[in-house]
Each structure stands twice: as C-alpha cells, then as structure tokens.
C-alpha cells in the first residue's frame, strides 16, 4: 500500500527495479463539506447551506428532494458559484416534511465527481424548532 498525495486524477505505473507495472487510472474526488447546516427551518423559510469544495472549483449543485412516503422525490436544482472553494445557498423549504439537500460537484477533467447530503426538515410551528422530538434524518 502506499499513499499518493494528489488533488487531481493521474495515471501512475509502478516501478521495482527493471519491471513496471501497468498503468492504472487514479479517479480523486473532491471533498464536499458542509458547515454547520441547519437540522430544522421553519416551512417556507431557507436553510442555509455553507460549505468548502477541496481542491477549489467554480460551482457546485444543490439538488432538492422531498420525502414522498419512503423514497425522495425531486424539487429543484441550484447552480451555485464557488468562489475560492467557498459556497453559500439559500434553500427555500416551502412546505413542511424531510428534505434531502445533495451538494454536488459533477466532475471534470482534473477530477470526478463528489457529492454530499445533508437532510433538514421544514416543520409547521416555531416552537417545533427546538422541541426534543427525533428527527428520523439522524
């Protein structure tokens, strides 16, 4: 085994002595990363989404799924610019339930594609923000 520090996809051989290996492809994935984001919103207000994309890229996308009995069914799609690796999204939940928000980079030439999601629900009332029922996203 050994470790390769790379930010980018590369093609590597192995060499021990006279005899090489063949090549094989490396695919990295960038690192998708959330900061803090909000576990309850209220129904119509935005969750607001912050995060880093390592290595930097110029956007990313914010996929939106509702919770429809046991599976997710999807609402809208973001573009969302990146600048210095850092993104920010305002998210509107319009109507109360489990929503899946998926941030992802679709890949490119030097990278392939990452992603991560993050569930929040929208609830009815204020106090239902802070009230100590389970959220089943955990």
């Known amino acids: 085994t050994v470790s390769l520090p790379t930010s980018r996809n590369r093609s590597v051989r192995a060499l021990v002595g006279r005899v090489v290996s063949n090549t094989i492809q490396l695919r990295v994935a960038p690192a998708v990363e959330l900061r803090r984001p909000p576990r309850r919103v ?3 207000r935005r969750a607001d989404l912050r995060g880093k994309l390592r290595p930097r890229k110029g956007s990313v996308t914010v996929d939106v799924y509702r919770e429809a009995g046991k599976r ?3 609402s809208k799609r973001m ?3 990146a600048g210095n690796g850092s993104f920010r999204a305002a998210v509107r ?3 109360p339930g489990l929503y899946r928000l998926r941030v992802r980079f679709a ?3 030097r990278n392939a594609p990452g992603r991560t999601d993050h569930y929040v629900r929208a609830v009815r009332t204020r106090a239902a ?3 100590g029922e389970p959220n089943p996203a955990d």
């Open 79 to 81: 573009k969302v610019k």
């Open 42 to 44: 209220l129904a119509g």
């Open 72 to 74: 997710y069914v999807f």
């Open 129 to 131: 923000l802070t009230s």
């Open 107 to 109: 890949g490119d030439k």
């Open 93 to 95: 939940l319009v109507r």
